[in-house]
Structure formats: structure tokens, C-alpha cells
């Protein structure tokens, strides 16, 4: 290893959290932020109802799937259907994407994801889910002014 690339390797192992600075001139973390503006005004956690998400997960399934498990989708007028529904590219060769329909949208707090992400795991293995947990250390910040 060269002189210089180790003094490189030296200076990032002294920075254990590089690029995980406080943002508004230290005010908040990114974490704070995320959780200030990125739910909406309301939410809550769906296990102990408290009121400061940091997570949020969307499930969804196919459409053909879903008017399977769940008959009474057909009763519901098209717009309140077609606001549920997304397209999905199931493979990257798939120019359109196939429709699939969000079945639910929950929120959890810090203390409460770990639970969450188990029941999620434990669903059936046609349902997509989305988790949104925000900042984390295992992405870059960057602030812009
Ligand atoms: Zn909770």
C-alpha cells in the first residue's frame, strides 16, 4: 500500500461518522429531519400509536391477486381503485410494468421497526413491500444550502 492511500485509510478510519454531521448548523440529524417532514401531519405508529414514525412500510399486491383475496375491491368506484393502484416492472426487461394495488400503508416508530419488519417478512410471498426507514449509516448526506 502506498504512502498516500494509507494516510487516506488512516484519516476515514478517524472518522467514524463521516458524512453523519448534524444539518441546519447542528440544530437536527437526519434522522430528525426525515422524521419532521417526511409523514404526514398525523401519523402514527401502528403498534403503540405513538406519534413519531421514523418508518414507513407499503405492501402491495398483484391486481389479479388482490381481486382474488379481496373480493370487495370490485364494489369500490374506479377512481378510489385506480388511486391504489401502481405499476410495478417485475424484471427489467418489462417496458410497462404490471398493476399492482397498495393494500396498506403503516407507520412505526424507532422502537416498534424491528417488530414491524418481522410481520412484514411473514407475509405471503406475492405481496411486495416497500420500507422507507429514511437516513441511515449506511447512506451519504449531503446537505445543500
Ligand atoms: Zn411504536
Redesign the pocket.
Given at each position: 500500500m502506498s504512502q498516500k492511500r494509507q494516510m487516506r485509510s488512516a484519516t476515514l478510519r478517524a472518522q467514524p461518522h463521516r458524512g453523519r454531521k448534524k444539518l441546519f448548523g447542528g440544530l437536527k440529524s437526519a434522522e430528525q429531519v426525515h422524521a419532521d417532514v417526511a409523514f404526514p401531519v398525523g401519523a402514527r405508529?401502528?403498534?403503540?400509536?405513538?406519534p413519531r414514525?421514523v418508518v414507513r412500510a407499503i405492501t402491495m399486491c398483484p391486481l389479479s391477486d388482490a381481486i382474488k383475496q379481496w373480493p370487495e375491491l370490485q364494489q369500490l368506484d374506479p377512481p378510489t381503485l385506480f388511486k391504489r393502484i401502481v405499476q410495478i416492472k417485475e424484471n427489467p426487461a418489462d417496458a410497462m410494468g404490471a398493476p399492482y394495488v397498495r393494500v396498506s400503508m403503516v407507520y412505526?416508530?424507532?422502537?416498534?421497526?424491528p417488530a414491524l419488519e418481522k410481520s412484514l417478512a411473514k407475509l405471503p410471498s406475492w405481496m411486495i413491500v416497500e420500507i422507507n426507514r429514511g437516513p441511515g449509516p449506511d447512506k451519504i448526506l449531503v446537505e445543500v444550502n
Open positions: 405508529c401502528q403498534s403503540c400509536n405513538g414514525p412505526s416508530c424507532k422502537a416498534c421497526a
